[in-house]
């Protein structure tokens, strides 16, 4: 004893080791690791039922196989709250939930009527899920989406938060993550963008019957109460002209009774994927307004790293004197943001220098003998495109004022020039919160041909 | 005497100015003061500089004194144990304080679950050895991983700069939430004292005294850096991100696209934390040492392991106490510590001048 | 003749009449000339030739100064005492005696089996000096004394081993090498009290500080080129008898990192080599026990595509993670001590069991997931960028393994950090173990990871001590 204390005392190291050894290794040793004890979770739906919370996950099932092939499921639960409906959906899938890889949340435009904030709480509260994961709305539910996105997976081999990406880069030119949407709800004018997918369900003609399922994963969890486990299924080719991939989703899960039996009902068929590139205006964390691909232009105009415009203008005459539509490329912006006051009154002005590309001529069946690239833009074009950009940015700022949403950063740019003579001014203000309605515009615009 | 260089004191300054300032304090300001806690901290970054100097200035006059003897000398034993006592307690709580940041950034964003045992099996024994193989081994291990560490808070620097920027919005706080804040990012001050407890041990040759202000410097830099890149990028949700290194490598979907990068930001964390905790410990066990003299370091290493699990885990025991007492009570110890004791040792080495001074006339 | 006789009985008593013990005696006129010898110590033809005949035929007065300037014109011939006799024959010489003069005299004629030098198996060079130590001491000296031509270089002998007398050279460079370093040396070599030395790396222990540590902190050479640019440095070379590994102190780390290769070759590859053999050594002791981490404890940090291709490879193997590792750990380990010792021609059997058969049916059969192969295969491999170190990287590769398994990162982390501490606190010798890293030592720097050009380094190393500043 003697000799161990005394070996002990010289290597203390040797007590950290046997603790070690002791304590931790046997529980290692035979832990299955994270991957078996925890489902991936790729995506996050939210829906809102009348009373409860529907919470789907797009998870991604191991199988044994050497291909590395990603097999997805959704597995849902309800709850009267969003925690309660994750724990329903743990106690199907009989795993812990694992959010770190979740890279997109989808909740239903049914959210969005009152303050989706209050929803999300629970999933801004968990700090495994990353914040810049994609936040998106769509029309019908969060977890026919879901559904949907794994055949877009597999017929495009695309990811919804890649599309999103790509629209949140491209279209949006703002971020359509939670950290995003946090950002504007937590701003001033209290007013953010989020992303929307539009999901699209056809009557089917087939019944109940699958068309196979490769991601599905049968739920043996027959009594289980509320949990429902989702198959999605590769449906082949995608739908009408506008589709980005579709599929036929089948109910797998016995769990439920009969409420599984109708929504079984529900998810027979084709659904497709639509991406617009829409966008939804929230304020205070409600729907606003919807934004289509022109408005969120028209607010990008103010962007110098927007480039993806295209915009037509018909009936000009060319330079054979015929009248045609021409179809021009919006790009190499140039803008520069300059703040006044004038008698008391808040002026924005917007210097946009903007260089467009002729990249499209209808001839409207008329022969007209002219290479679409040496045609020179005259003044007549030129107004008329000065014209109709104004007209949309009208428009646009139109549903701005009425919405009270500033997501052209108006505030920010007055806040940092003339910061007093604006709380001076905001002060002035019966509603605070209205004051692009008492901003006047200006926007200078000049348009010369690139390319 | 195993002494350490210039440098190795340079890198322990850098080491211990990081220490609980990178992840939760920006989170904790910014409630109180926005952006403007920039402002706060390069306020309470001056006067630790003053700090600075005034060890410099002892250093110089008593080259080769341990801080015990400098104290005795012209306070007198009681006085001077007194004062090492504060210390003693100053470097405790600094300790649990560093350990509790490390440990919730550890459970929250490493292990996502609860695992105090694990935490307190792999922190402990490793600063106990450190301490125990005493200050020069472990500033040699700080100068191996210096350049690792530096290039890891450059890297989550970096990507967070490239990545979706925007200018902070400043001079929104009034002043009084200005004074708040500073006196709650008190306690995450005070870094300089373990030079103090040390100054035996440093080594500062002529024209060395530099090497340190310019490590110093480049650790103020960082902090700000961080706070400045930090604001800019989650500006108004800064207060829902508590930490604040690890949590600028994430909010970036480009770069997140190629893998998981947070591993830089994590390994960067963890070695820091730990070497924090080596400093704030081998300062603590040097307080003990000196006031309980015939106690060896390994006592006192021991007395702290006890004093760690009565304190932190039955007393304190949650991360939010640890913080509400960092924020509320022990502000007032770090005034005592931190800025009323150099004052006295400001003083201290003026006497001992015009002391020298007189015996030179005389 | 009495004399004569008495002697030889007595050595032969001495001896306990051992087989190779042989005695000669040759009746002159003036009276009885007697040899010891053992024979299996001695070159029997040159015995004959060059000590027996000439004797014989000598027609001369026979005393002790003739017989070592006149009658014997070996090179090996000098008078001992009565007391040295025994050493003399046990180290092979032939001892001579006669009852008409005093005195005894030895003949060195010493004739065993020694190696040629040849190319060491375990540092073999792509280009540079190929020769390597041998089991003779004398070779061995030669060796170095060819390539330090100067009058500087010193050998000094120790005996150590109570019943071995195994003879230990301490070499060095007069006013290069550190005097308390050699001071030290010889005191520690002077206090080995033990049977018998059968190898130089029974002496290491003894040199170590710490002989309990798992890291050597004596560095060791096969080859006569290194440990001359050591002793440059101002390192001390300890040979020891029977022993082709020759031992330098002080040691540091980095020397493990350095190759004579990288000396031989561009200095830029060099450096690339250094860098990678340092990559090699991270990933030899940390990667099964980082993997076995993200795999139970961090699968949040592991990018998507990854952890779907560990998930879909884990999935249904009768092994958690932890035992899988250790498992496919074993079984490379068992691979590796069976291919030390089966004859080189079985080699490529093993190697053909264990590759295929092991591995490949293994991660068919669906006991082993090739992930885990490829990690432990890696670390296995990488292993071999600083051969010399295996057996302590070998030990921590199983402390990270369990590190890593039971604690997660932390653990790996703390553990380096603990090991790095350890490494820091050694300093035998008055040399840190980590320089020119810890403490940063700049001009040395040129010689560490990054190699600058044999031209560039013009002053003494500062690592270690030797005379500090002395220009090249």
């Known amino acids: 004893m003697k000799k161990i204390i005394n070996g002990i005392k010289r290597y203390p190291f040797i007590i950290v080791l046997v603790i070690i050894l002791l304590f931790f290794t046997p529980f290692a040793l035979f832990s299955p690791g994270e991957s078996r004890r925890r489902a991936i979770v790729i995506a996050i739906g939210l829906d809102k039922l009348e ?33 309660e409906a994750i724990l329903d959906a743990q106690l199907t899938l009989g795993k812990d939930i694992g959010l770190s890889h979740a890279k997109t949340t989808v909740v239903n435009e049914k959210m969005l009527e009152e303050d989706v904030s209050s929803s999300l709480d629970y999933l801004s509260r968990v700090i495994s899920l990353p914040e810049n994961t994609v936040f998106v709305c769509t029309n019908t539910s969060a977890k026919q989406l879901l559904m949907a996105t794994d055949s877009l997976e597999k017929n495009l081999g695309l990811k919804l938060d890649q599309l999103i990406s790509y629209n949140a880069n491209d279209v949006y030119i703002t971020d359509t993550s939670l950290e995003a949407f946090y950002k504007g709800y937590y701003s001033p004018h209290k007013s953010s963008i989020i992303g929307f997918i539009e999901h699209v369900k056809e009557e089917s003609s087939g019944g109940g019957q699958s068309q196979g399922s490769s991601g599905s994963q049968e739920a043996q969890s027959g009594g289980q109460s509320g949990g429902e486990q989702a198959g999605s299924s590769n449906a082949g080719s995608s739908g009408g002209g506008s589709a980005v991939a579709s599929s036929s989703g089948q109910e797998t899960s016995e769990a439920g009774g009969e409420q599984s039996e109708k929504q079984r009902g529900s998810l027979q068929g084709q659904s497709e994927i639509l991406n617009k590139a829409d966008a939804i205006l929230l304020r205070e964390g409600k729907k606003v307004a919807k934004l289509d691909v022109d408005n969120l232009n028209s607010i990008n105009l103010l962007s110098e790293k927007h480039s993806l415009d295209s915009i037509t203008v018909e009936n000009v005459k060319c330079e054979c004197g015929k009248t045609v539509d021409m179809t021009f490329l919006l790009k190499n912006k140039q803008v520069a943001i300059q703040t006044d006051f004038q008698n008391g009154v808040p002026l924005f002005i917007a210097n946009v220098s903007i260089g467009v590309q002729l990249t499209e001529i209808d001839t409207k069946g008329q022969e007209i003998k002219q290479n679409a690239q040496s045609t020179k833009i005259s003044d007549e074009i030129a107004s008329k495109l000065e014209m109709k950009i104004r007209s949309e940015f009208a428009q646009m700022l139109k549903i701005l004022r009425d919405c009270k949403a500033d997501v052209m950063n108006v505030y920010a740019n007055f806040f940092k020039n003339d910061r007093k003579k604006f709380e001076n001014f905001l002060s002035s203000l019966d509603d605070r919160e209205d004051y692009l309605n008492h901003i006047t515009f200006m926007l200078n615009m000049k348009i010369r041909q690139d390319g | 005497m195993k002494t350490i260089s210039a440098r190795q004191t340079g890198i322990i300054v850098f080491l211990t100015i990081l220490a609980n300032k990178i992840l939760v304090l920006p989170s904790i300001l910014y409630k109180n003061s926005k952006a403007d806690s920039i402002f706060v901290m390069l306020a309470l970054f001056f006067i630790e500089f003053l700090i600075l100097l005034v060890f410099l200035k002892l250093k110089k006059n008593y080259p080769n004194q341990t801080f015990l003897s400098i104290l005795q000398k012209k306070l007198g034993k009681i006085i001077a144990k007194t004062i090492i006592f504060v210390f003693l307690v100053f470097f405790l709580f600094k300790t649990m304080l560093t350990y509790s940041v490390l440990f919730v950034y550890l459970k929250d964003l490493v292990y996502q679950d609860e695992f105090g045992f694990l935490a307190l099996i792999c922190l402990i024994p490793v600063i106990n050895h450190a301490t125990i193989i005493g200050l020069r081994s472990m500033s040699r291990t700080f100068e191996m991983f210096y350049y690792l560490v530096v290039v890891g808070i450059v890297f989550c620097l970096a990507i967070a700069f490239f990545t979706d920027i925007s200018t902070p919005i400043l001079f929104v706080s009034p002043v009084s939430s200005l004074f708040a804040s500073a006196w709650q990012g008190l306690f995450a001050f005070g870094d300089y004292l373990v030079l103090f407890i040390f100054i035996d041990r440093i080594t500062i040759k002529k024209g060395e005294a530099k090497k340190v202000m310019l490590f110093a410097l480049v650790g103020v830099i960082f902090v700000l850096a961080i706070f400045t890149i930090f604001y800019s990028k989650y500006q108004l949700t800064s207060f ?25 930001a994590m390994l960067t964390i963890m070695t820091l934390g730990l070497f924090q905790l080596e400093i704030f410990l081998t300062a603590f066990c040097d307080c003990f040492v000196m006031v309980f003299s015939k106690l060896s370091i390994k006592y006192a290493t021991a007395v702290f392991d006890i004093l760690f699990l009565v304190i932190y885990l039955v007393l304190i025991a949650k991360y939010e106490v640890m913080i509400s007492l960092a924020t509320s009570i022990l502000p007032y110890l770090a005034i005592v510590a931190s800025y009323l004791l150099p004052i006295l040792f400001y003083a201290l080495s003026f006497k001992h001048k015009r002391e020298v001074k007189d015996e030179e006339n005389h | 003749m009495q004399k004569v006789q008495k002697q030889i009985e007595k050595l032969k008593k001495s001896f306990h009449s051992t087989n190779d013990f042989s005695s000669r005696i040759f009746v002159s006129q003036k009276g009885i000339v007697g040899f010891v010898f053992l024979k299996s110590m001695i070159d029997a033809q040159l015995f004959s030739q060059a000590v027996y005949l000439p004797i014989q035929k000598w027609q001369g007065q026979i005393d002790i100064s003739s017989l070592i300037n006149k009658i014997l014109k070996n090179n090996g011939v000098e008078e001992v005492a009565e007391s040295e006799i025994e050493n003399n024959i046990l180290d092979g010489k032939v001892i001579i005696f006669s009852d008409f003069f005093e005195g005894y005299i030895s003949v060195d004629i010493t004739k065993y089996p020694t190696r040629t030098p040849s190319e060491p198996p375990t540092s073999p060079v792509i280009q540079g000096p190929r020769e390597g130590f041998v089991e003779d001491f004398k070779t061995n000296m030669t060796l170095l004394r060819r390539r330090l031509h100067t009058k500087d270089l010193v050998f000094s002998t120790l005996i150590v081993g109570e019943m071995s007398q195994t003879k230990v050279i301490l070499s060095y460079i007069e006013g290069v090498a550190d005097k308390r370093v050699i001071k030290e040396i010889e005191t520690k070599i002077k206090n080995i009290k033990i049977d018998g030395i059968v190898d130089s790396y029974y002496i290491l222990s003894y040199l170590q500080k710490r002989p309990n540590s798992l890291f050597k902190q004596i560095g060791n050479s096969e080859k006569p080129d290194v440990v001359a640019s050591k002793m440059l440095e101002g390192k001390v070379a300890i040979i020891v008898d029977n022993s082709p590994i020759v031992l330098t102190v002080p040691f540091i780390l980095m020397e493990e990192l350095q190759s004579s290769n990288d000396y031989y070759t561009n200095h830029h590859y060099a450096s690339l080599v250094r860098f990678i053999r340092m990559c090699g050594l991270l990933i030899a002791i940390v990667a099964p026990g980082f993997y076995l981490a993200l795999q139970l404890f961090h699968y949040n940090i592991l990018p998507l595509n990854f952890l779907i291709t560990i998930a879909d490879t884990t999935q249904g193997l009768p092994f958690t993670p932890f035992l899988e590792i250790l498992f496919i750990f074993l079984l490379f380990q068992i691979l590796y001590e069976v291919s030390l ?21 293994g991660v068919k059969a669906g006991l082993i997931s090739p992930p885990g192969v490829i990690i432990t295969a890696l670390s296995k491999i990488a292993l071999y960028t600083v051969p010399e170190q295996q057996s302590q990287i070998t030990v921590l590769q199983v402390l990270f393994i369990i590190l890593g398994g039971s604690l997660g990162i932390l653990g790996i982390v703390s553990g380096f950090v603990y090991v790095v501490n350890y490494l820091n606190s050694l300093d035998d010798y008055h040399t840190p173990y980590m320089a020119p890293y810890a403490p940063r030592i700049k001009e040395d720097l040129q010689d560490g990871l990054l190699k600058r050009a044999i031209g560039a380094n013009k002053n003494m190393p500062r690592s270690f001590p030797n005379s500090k500043g002395r220009e090249r």
């Open chain 1, 51 to 83: 009373e409860e919370y529907e919470i789907s996950f797009l998870t991604f099932i191991p199988k044994p196989n050497q291909e590395f092939e990603q097999s997805n499921s959704v597995v849902s639960g309800k709850g009267s709250s969003v925690s």
């Open chain 2, 240 to 264: 829902m991100h508590n930490n604040a290194l690890a949590d600028l490598l994430v909010f970036s979907v480009q770069f997140n696209a190629i893998g998981r990068l947070d591993i830089i």
């Open chain 3, 341 to 361: 010792r089966l004859p080189s021609y079985l080699g490529l059997a093993t190697s053909i069991v264990g590759a295929l058969i092991l591995g490949d049916t």
